[in-house]
């Protein structure tokens, strides 16, 4: 698999669903996030944690578009799926989804990301091991 893509299963669980037995909303990002994470650890030999808590750098966001197209049940089993748009030198732009197994989309973001100094809070060069691995895998 491309590194430049990114894939995983995932299943719905209780404690992302509201009253009417939905994804809530907001869980769709906290889905999206742990992915990140994930496809970080995959990445780079750093792994996400120690970018945040070691190198002291974030990766907030700075734009988002989301789409919902239909719902997803506790129970459904879902692909998340991570494609990179773009790679700046101090930003990136990924499109996230979440689809059932049999290929409907469930919901879809662009979602753009900003480096930054966790000291300072300014936007920083994407650090280079990060850049470098994603650069490389670039057709």
């Known amino acids: 698999m ?4 990114f ?3 995932h299943k719905i669980r209780f404690s992302e669903c509201d009253p009417a037995g939905i ?9 999206f996030n742990n992915l990140v994470e994930e496809w970080f650890d995959e990445l ?3 792994g996400y944690a ?4 070691r190198h002291r750098f974030g990766l ?11 719902i997803s049940k506790m129970g459904d089993e879902v692909w998340l799926k991570l ?4 790679i700046g030198r101090k930003s990136l732009t990924l499109n996230q989804s979440c689809i059932s197994k049999n290929g409907e989309l469930r919901m879809k973001v662009t979602q753009t990301y900003v480096t930054t100094s966790l000291d300072t809070h300014k936007a920083i060069l994407i650090p280079d091991e990060l850049y470098y691995s994603l650069t490389e ?3």
């Not at 491309?2 to 893509?5: E, F, Q, T, V, Y």
């Not at 994804?23 to 889905?31: E, S």
């Not at 494609?83 to 773009?86: D, I």
Request: a negative charge; hydrophobic letters at 40%; charged letters at 15%.
């Open 2 to 5: 491309s590194l430049l893509r």
């Open 7 to 9: 894939e995983q299963p």
């Open 23 to 31: 994804v809530f909303y907001p869980q769709y990002f906290v889905m």
């Open 44 to 46: 780079t030999s750093v």
């Open 50 to 53: 120690n970018y945040i808590a």
């Open 60 to 70: 907030p966001t700075v734009h988002l578009e989301a789409e919902f197209k239909s």
């Open 83 to 86: 494609n990179v748009e773009r």
């Open 137 to 139: 895998h670039m057709p």
